[in-house]
C-alpha cells in the first residue's frame, strides 16, 4: 500500500489572522483561499512539499454539527483544546526567535524533553497548539 498524509485539519475563526501566522510567521506558502468573510476554506503549506497541506477551515460549517456542539468546538477552540499539530525544522531556535518576534503566542520555549525530542510550543490565533520538534 502507498499511502501519504496529503492534507490535514485545523480550525480558524479569524482566517485573516491565521493568515499572517501561517504564510508570514511560519513562511508556508498559500495553495488556495475560497469563500469569503469568516466562512473560508484556506490550504497552506511548506515551500517546496506539495504534496503535504493544512487546510485552516471554519470548525463549524459542516451542516450535520448541532447549535450544542458548534458552541462546545468554540469552548474547546478557546481552551487551545480542540486543534493541534507537530511541525518540525532542522533550525529549532531560528523558528522559535522568528515566531516569537511575530508576537505568536508562547506556550513553551524549546526544551530538551526526557523523551529525546527538543521542542518548543505555540498558540495560532485560533488557539491550536502548534508543536515544532528539532530534526537532528
Known amino acids: ?28 506558502e498559500v495553495r488556495s483561499d475560497v469563500g469569503q468573510g469568516k466562512m473560508r476554506w484556506i490550504t497552506v503549506g511548506p515551500v517546496g512539499q ?12 459542516d451542516p450535520g454539527v448541532t447549535e450544542d456542539e ?29 515566531l516569537q518576534a511575530g508576537d505568536a503566542e508562547v506556550v513553551q520555549e524549546p526544551t530538551e524533553q526526557p523523551y529525546g525530542i527538543r521542542d518548543c510550543a505555540f498558540r495560532d490565533p485560533a488557539g491550536n497548539l502548534v508543536r515544532i520538534q528539532e530534526l537532528r
Not at 506539495?50 to 460549517?61: E, N
Not at 486543534?83 to 522568528?98: Q, S
Open 1 to 28: 500500500m502507498d499511502i501519504t498524509i496529503h492534507t490535514s485539519f485545523l480550525p480558524h475563526d479569524d482566517p485573516d489572522a491565521s493568515l499572517i501566522f501561517y504564510r508570514d510567521s511560519l513562511g508556508f
Open 50 to 61: 506539495p504534496g503535504t497541506s493544512i487546510l485552516l477551515a471554519p470548525p463549524a460549517a
Open 70 to 98: 458548534r458552541r462546545t468546538i468554540v469552548e474547546m477552540m478557546a481552551k487551545g483544546t480542540y486543534g493541534w499539530i507537530l511541525l518540525a525544522t532542522r533550525d529549532l531556535d531560528g523558528t522559535f526567535e522568528k
